[in-house]
Protein backbone atom coordinates (compact mmCIF):
# COMPACT_ATOMS: atom_id res chain seq x y z
CA UNK A 1 0.00 0.00 0.00
CA UNK A 2 1.43 3.46 -1.20
CA UNK A 3 1.91 6.36 1.85
CA UNK A 4 -0.36 9.23 1.27
CA UNK A 5 1.44 12.42 0.82
CA UNK A 6 0.01 15.86 0.47
CA UNK A 7 2.07 18.87 -0.74
CA UNK A 8 0.74 22.02 0.40
CA UNK A 9 2.70 24.77 -2.07
CA UNK A 10 1.71 27.74 -3.47
CA UNK A 11 4.37 28.54 -5.66
CA UNK A 12 3.98 26.61 -9.01
CA UNK A 13 7.51 26.16 -9.64
CA UNK A 14 8.15 24.53 -5.82
CA UNK A 15 5.79 22.34 -6.94
CA UNK A 16 7.10 21.47 -9.99
CA UNK A 17 10.29 20.63 -8.43
CA UNK A 18 8.82 18.64 -4.72
CA UNK A 19 6.71 16.33 -7.52
CA UNK A 20 9.55 15.49 -9.79
CA UNK A 21 11.69 14.89 -6.96
CA UNK A 22 8.85 12.32 -5.15
CA UNK A 23 8.37 11.04 -8.70
CA UNK A 24 11.36 9.26 -8.34
CA UNK A 25 9.47 6.89 -5.19
CA UNK A 26 6.85 5.84 -8.02
CA UNK A 27 3.94 3.68 -6.42
CA UNK A 28 5.27 3.49 -3.31
CA UNK A 29 3.82 7.39 -2.49
CA UNK A 30 0.33 8.57 -3.32
CA UNK A 31 0.39 12.54 -4.03
CA UNK A 32 -2.31 14.71 -3.39
CA UNK A 33 -0.98 18.57 -4.35
CA UNK A 34 -3.17 22.07 -2.76
CA UNK A 35 -2.40 25.38 -3.55
CA UNK A 36 -3.08 27.43 -0.80
CA UNK A 37 -4.21 26.98 2.90
CA UNK A 38 -7.47 26.76 2.65
CA UNK A 39 -7.45 23.70 0.12
CA UNK A 40 -4.69 22.36 1.98
CA UNK A 41 -6.95 22.01 5.28
CA UNK A 42 -9.45 20.73 2.91
CA UNK A 43 -7.13 17.65 1.38
CA UNK A 44 -6.12 17.07 4.42
CA UNK A 45 -9.35 16.33 6.16
CA UNK A 46 -9.95 14.09 2.84
CA UNK A 47 -6.89 12.76 3.00
CA UNK A 48 -5.30 11.68 6.47
CA UNK A 49 -2.20 11.60 4.70
CA UNK A 50 0.94 9.89 7.08
CA UNK A 51 3.24 12.78 5.24
CA UNK A 52 2.88 16.53 4.36
CA UNK A 53 5.11 18.71 2.85
CA UNK A 54 3.98 22.31 4.17
CA UNK A 55 5.14 25.46 2.77
CA UNK A 56 4.85 27.60 5.68
CA UNK A 57 4.36 30.94 3.46
CA UNK A 58 0.86 30.64 1.98
CA UNK A 59 -2.25 32.85 0.84
CA UNK A 60 -5.16 32.33 3.17
CA UNK A 61 -4.12 30.12 6.07
CA UNK A 62 -0.59 30.31 6.68
CA UNK A 63 1.87 26.74 6.94
CA UNK A 64 2.49 27.84 10.66
CA UNK A 65 -1.56 27.50 11.31
CA UNK A 66 -2.17 24.84 9.69
CA UNK A 67 0.49 22.84 11.38
CA UNK A 68 -1.01 23.35 14.39
CA UNK A 69 -4.63 22.41 13.30
CA UNK A 70 -2.74 19.37 11.48
CA UNK A 71 -1.52 18.25 15.04
CA UNK A 72 -4.74 18.91 16.53
CA UNK A 73 -6.82 16.77 14.11
CA UNK A 74 -3.80 13.83 13.17
CA UNK A 75 -1.04 14.00 15.70
CA UNK A 76 0.41 11.66 13.60
CA UNK A 77 0.77 12.83 10.58
CA UNK A 78 4.74 13.98 10.21
CA UNK A 79 4.71 17.70 8.64
CA UNK A 80 8.06 18.81 6.43
CA UNK A 81 8.08 22.51 6.81
CA UNK A 82 9.43 23.91 3.51
CA UNK A 83 10.06 27.48 4.00
CA UNK A 84 12.15 30.39 2.67
CA UNK A 85 13.03 31.46 6.09
CA UNK A 86 16.50 30.43 6.82
CA UNK A 87 17.27 33.06 9.25
CA UNK A 88 18.55 32.07 12.61
CA UNK A 89 15.25 31.21 14.51
CA UNK A 90 13.43 30.37 12.09
CA UNK A 91 14.25 26.45 12.62
CA UNK A 92 12.64 26.48 15.44
CA UNK A 93 9.46 28.74 14.77
CA UNK A 94 8.81 26.25 12.15
CA UNK A 95 9.25 23.44 14.49
CA UNK A 96 7.22 25.12 17.47
CA UNK A 97 4.49 25.51 15.37
CA UNK A 98 4.13 21.88 15.02
CA UNK A 99 6.53 20.54 11.80
CA UNK A 100 8.41 17.45 12.32
CA UNK A 101 11.11 18.53 10.34
CA UNK A 102 12.31 21.55 8.61
CA UNK A 103 13.75 21.82 4.92
CA UNK A 104 14.86 25.50 3.63
CA UNK A 105 13.94 26.70 0.34
CA UNK A 106 15.60 26.18 -2.11
CA UNK A 107 15.57 22.58 -1.58
CA UNK A 108 18.41 20.48 -1.81
CA UNK A 109 17.83 17.53 -3.57
CA UNK A 110 19.52 15.06 -1.53
CA UNK A 111 18.39 16.48 1.23
CA UNK A 112 14.82 16.31 0.42
CA UNK A 113 15.40 12.42 -1.06
CA UNK A 114 17.32 11.02 2.08
CA UNK A 115 14.79 12.64 4.48
CA UNK A 116 12.03 11.10 2.24
CA UNK A 117 14.14 7.94 2.71
CA UNK A 118 13.72 8.18 6.21
CA UNK A 119 10.54 8.76 6.88
CA UNK A 120 9.25 5.74 4.58
CA UNK A 121 12.11 3.57 6.79
CA UNK A 122 12.24 4.47 10.24
CA UNK A 123 8.40 5.73 10.52
CA UNK A 124 7.30 2.15 9.72
CA UNK A 125 4.75 4.40 7.06
CA UNK A 126 5.41 1.48 4.66
CA UNK A 127 3.98 -0.67 6.79
CA UNK A 128 0.67 0.83 7.37
Known sequence: M??????VEDNPLNMELVLAILEDFGEQLSVTVAGDGHEGLQRFLELKPQIVLLDMQLPGIDGFTLARRFKEINAASIIVGLTAYAMVGDKERVLEAGCDYYLAKPL?????????????????????
Open 108 to 128: EVAEFKHLMKVLMETEGLHEK
Open 2 to 7: SIRVLV
